[in-house]
């Protein structure tokens, strides 16, 4: 399966971002969607992930700003974020996966998308 990841930009802190990632090449709807981002000199980091059928785990630091949904026949998932913050500054991937036990391991998901920047000023 093939991902591309989009939508990210330059905003204001408290402002709101959706990032999608469309899939192609597979049925993308056998595949847990992960979305993770890595700021510079850190590690990558789990931000949310949402399963094939629609079970989601998030991250501490998002779980009261950011949502996902998937809409399986148009191959997307989205990723709203909202009230963001000067930290949320990364850039956000995302990466699919056909285990959801691992879902926040980004090591355990084989596909991924090149990546999309987030830019969040204060």
């Known amino acids: 399966v093939q991902l591309q990841a989009s939508g990210g930009g330059l905003v204001q802190a408290g402002d709101s971002l959706i990032l999608s990632c469309a899939a192609s090449?597979?049925?993308?709807?056998?595949?847990?969607v992960g979305w993770f981002r890595q700021a510079p000199g850190k590690e990558r980091q789990s931000v949310v992930a949402?399963?094939?059928?629609?079970?989601?785990v998030f991250s501490n630091s998002v779980k009261d700003r950011f949502t996902i949904s998937r809409d399986n026949a148009k191959n997307t998932v989205h990723l709203q974020m909202n009230n963001l913050r000067p930290e949320d500054t990364a850039v956000y991937y995302c990466?699919?996966?056909?285990?959801?036990?691992?879902?926040?391991?980004?090591?355990?998901?084989?596909?991924w998308g090149q990546g999309t920047l987030v830019t969040v000023s204060s």
């Open positions: 990466a699919a996966a056909r285990q959801w036990r691992y879902a926040r391991f980004a090591d355990k998901y084989h596909y």
């Open positions: 090449g597979s049925t993308f709807s056998d595949y847990n």
């Open positions: 949402i399963s094939w059928s629609n079970n989601m």
